[in-house]
């Protein structure tokens, strides 16, 4: 079965102190890995799209690593803007659906 | 440009009514799927749609729960008979064309709250 587990379930970082979340999956062929922010009251809204292990992506202070077995978005100097849950979704290469499975999310908190 | 359009954004009901939420997907995306996020959990996907046509309702529970898109109009997720544990936030998403690797667009979703 398909399956994304993200860690830590909550972080909280001060403003400049930088770190990463992680996100597991287990899928029956990969079509794309998707990193997606969610803010209170909205929908997620699009980050990044990896589609093979070694690719990386950055936007502003946000980078996303991606593994065999798992991706990475690393967060250089957060901002309060920052704090949102993060989600991690995979595509699996199977079957007619583009359907994303999701993972539950990593809360951040960036204090100022 | 307008986004994913859902509504309503807060519907309330009571036991045993019928919720009917919509969507209207990006201009030019004829494919539509429906998300449902229950507190402290992720999102599950319930059901994807194309014009007039399901195409995976695989995360659909069996009874109370249907969906349509129809050649004309929004998308429609309906709920008869609504139970406590259907409250949660639907979400839909739509996407242009289907194809892999497509990144899908979310509505600001439809918070239920059954009485």
């Known amino acids: 079965e398909d399956q994304v587990t993200q860690s830590p379930e909550a972080l909280r970082l001060q403003e400049g102190e930088s770190s990463s979340l992680n996100c597991s999956y287990t899928v029956s062929g990969l079509r794309g890995l998707f990193w997606y922010r969610q803010d209170p009251g909205k929908g997620p809204e699009f980050l990044f799209t990896?589609?093979?292990a070694g690719e990386e992506k950055e936007k502003e202070r946000l980078k996303a690593t991606l593994t065999k077995k798992e991706s990475f978005l690393h967060i250089t100097a957060p901002k309060p803007e920052d704090s949102a849950t993060y989600l991690c979704a995979v595509q699996a290469n199977s079957g007619a659906t583009n359907k994303l499975i999701f993972g539950t999310g990593t809360l951040l908190a960036v204090q100022p | 440009n307008a986004g994913v359009m859902q509504n309503p954004r807060h519907l309330v009901r009571r036991r045993g009514q019928e919720a009917r939420l919509r969507c209207s997907p990006m201009?030019?995306?004829?494919?539509v799927y429906w998300y449902r996020q229950l507190p402290e959990e992720g999102l599950k996907f319930m059901v994807y749609l194309q014009k007039e046509n399901i195409i995976d309702e695989s995360g659909m529970p069996k009874e109370r729960f249907s969906a349509e898109f129809p050649k004309e109009g929004p998308s429609i997720l309906r709920i008869q008979q609504v139970v406590r544990g259907d409250s949660a936030a639907y979400f839909c998403a739509s996407s242009p064309s289907g194809q892999g690797n497509e990144k899908l667009f979310f509505g600001s979703g439809t918070q239920l709250s059954v009485l």
């Open positions: 201009k030019g995306h004829s494919h």
């Open positions: 990896l589609y093979s």
